[in-house]
């Protein structure tokens, strides 16, 4: 029945079912759009939302913190009105507030110190009114020190959307930095006590690049340079410079200027080194040294070496010079004559040992039983020998030389040798005599003592010994004759006035008149003296014991 009331119906009005057909196919479709729209809208919120999440995050991720004054977009004329604050979470960790994320401006202010909370002050004011950026360092009442950076956010329409302080922790940065400025203040001292060191130094110190110009030099270096030119000695010392750098070794050389009107030595040097640590690039360092008084003493010293040698080579010893090297270095006529050497042969065989060699084959040398070790022994004594050393060389053929061995100025030895064989003999021969004489004076039964012009006892006999038991080590010593009067002393321990018998019996002995006289000793011995004055001046003095009183 329904059907066929709406079938009626429909075929009573089809227009008028059309007409609603249309009308609710076209609610259809506006609803359609209108839900795709909604999705759209949806969709663009959610990442309109992420965006902003995101952004946030970004900022809570930085390691500044920061506080932010945010401006309502409908905000025209009104600065102030509608103004909100946000702090960051890094802040609120960084002061360590207690308010976090709620804390407001002046809260952060009271982490500072009074003057500096001001200045922060005054400069947010000018930022919020004016958009004056500024960036200041502060100090934190907990010590930890900040960096804070006011910037205005704008959009491109010019609208203000915030004013942002940001706070960057610098305190690690800080210590660094007050390290740093440490190290640069003590490097810079270094540098200045250097400069000092090089600039008093009392003659020119120059340094030299790889490609030989001067890089720099001390205060002395400029009282050295001619007016017009800015090196001292010109290329001379140029040329030096690049010897020592293409050798990479120090050299030296003895330059001549004049200084004031005067003329001067001065000895330069210039010792190189790796510019910058590059092993390829030599540069050089140059020092010039007034050695003027130096070279007037070596200038004396060569006259007189010179006048010396003429000496030696003019004296009848033969004189000798062996250097440090043991080459022979100056020799005189006697030294030729004295070893029977060739005229060429000092120049053939010009060291120690070759002239040893040569002594030895021809049996000049003393006999020894192991020639290399005295050879060897004769080398050592070039460095041995610091003083003056005398020694006596009996040489085969019966000769006895008289050598002297003395340090060279120059290093080496300098040898003299004497000829000594006749003196030698003339003193055995005076020591025979002498010898001789004793044993005729111990031959004679009288006490005999022989004073020499000097007075002090020369000689005397066993007879003496025996008379007055004298002490022959004290006799050995040449004591005079009133010292050996004292040892005789207890002989005349009955004498009461032993001051005066002493004087009366050295003027009989060395008055020229005396004739005898007698002593009479305690022990009651008689002992005859007599005294007699011998040609060379010599006093003899006789003694002879009598019978007993």
Not at 89 to 112: D, I, P, W
Not at 282 to 306: C, F
Not at 379 to 400: C, I, Q, Y
Not at 509 to 532: H, Y
């Amino acid at each position: 029945m329904n059907s066929s009331l709406l079938s009626d119906m429909f075929f009573a009005a089809p227009e008028l079912w059309y007409s609603v057909f249309a009308v609710f196919l076209v609610l259809i479709l506006w609803s359609a759009t209108i839900y795709v729209r909604l999705l759209q809208e949806k969709r663009k919120n959610y990442f309109i939302r992420r965006d902003r999440d995101r952004y946030e995050e970004t900022l809570y991720a930085s390691r500044d913190g920061y506080f932010a004054f945010i401006y309502p977009d409908d905000r025209v004329n009104d600065m102030v009105s509608g103004v909100s604050e946000r702090c960051s979470r890094r802040l609120a960790v960084l002061l360590n507030l207690s308010g976090g994320v709620e804390t407001s401006f002046a809260e952060v202010l009271r982490g500072f110190y009074k003057d500096d909370a001001d200045k922060i002050d005054k400069y947010v004011t000018l930022l919020k009114e004016d958009g004056v950026s500024f960036e200041d360092r502060f100090d934190l009442k907990n010590g930890r020190k900040l960096v804070l950076n006011g910037v205005r956010i704008s959009g491109m329409d010019g609208s203000v959307y915030s004013d942002i302080v940001w706070f960057r922790d610098i305190s690690y940065i800080a210590v660094k930095i007050d390290a740093l400025q440490k190290e640069k203040k003590e490097a810079q001292r270094r540098e200045q006590d250097l400069k000092d060191l090089v600039d008093n130094l009392p003659y020119p110190v120059w340094m030299r690049l790889p490609a030989s110009e001067i890089k720099i030099t001390n205060r002395k270096y400029w009282d050295y340079v001619n007016s017009g030119s800015s090196e001292i000695g010109g290329g001379e010392i140029k040329k030096l410079s690049a010897q020592a750098r293409d050798a990479n070794k120090v050299r030296q050389k003895n330059i001549y200027l004049n200084q004031n009107g005067e003329h001067r030595c001065f000895e330069v040097t210039e010792t190189p080194f790796h510019y910058e640590q590059d092993l390829d690039r030599i540069a050089t360092v140059g020092t010039m040294v007034d050695i003027s008084n130096l070279d007037n003493l070596r200038r004396n010293l060569k006259q007189n070496q010179n006048a010396h040698l003429e000496i030696l080579a003019s004296l009848g010893t033969a004189i000798s010079v062996f250097d440090a090297d043991y080459k022979l270095v100056f020799y005189n006529q006697a030294f030729v004559l004295l070893w029977q050497l060739d005229e060429s042969w000092p120049e053939e065989h010009s060291t120690y040992g070759a002239f040893l060699d040569y002594l030895r084959e021809h049996r000049l040398l003393p006999e020894v039983p192991d020639y290399p070790h005295f050879r060897s022994e004769e080398h050592k004594m070039f460095t041995a020998v610091t003083a003056p050393k005398e020694d006596l060389l009996h040489l085969p053929d019966g000769r006895s030389l008289r050598r002297i061995r003395a340090p060279h100025l120059k290093g080496g030895l300098i040898f003299a040798f004497e000829d000594i064989t006749d003196r030698l003999t003339a003193r055995r021969d005076y020591n025979a005599l002498m010898n001789v004489q004793q044993e005729i004076l111990n031959n004679i039964e009288e006490a005999v003592l022989i004073f020499a012009s000097n007075g002090r006892l020369q000689f005397y006999n066993q007879a003496y010994v025996n008379l007055w038991d004298a002490d022959e080590v004290m006799l050995q010593k040449e004591p005079s004759f009133a010292e050996i009067l004292e040892t005789q002393k207890i002989f005349f321990n009955r004498v009461s006035d032993w001051e005066e018998l002493k004087r009366d019996i050295l003027n009989h002995i060395f008055s020229s008149t005396t004739e005898a006289f007698s002593l009479n000793r305690g022990d009651g011995v008689r002992v005859e003296c007599f005294s007699s004055l011998l040609s060379n001046e010599s006093i003899m003095v006789l003694m002879n014991k009598s019978s007993s009183i």
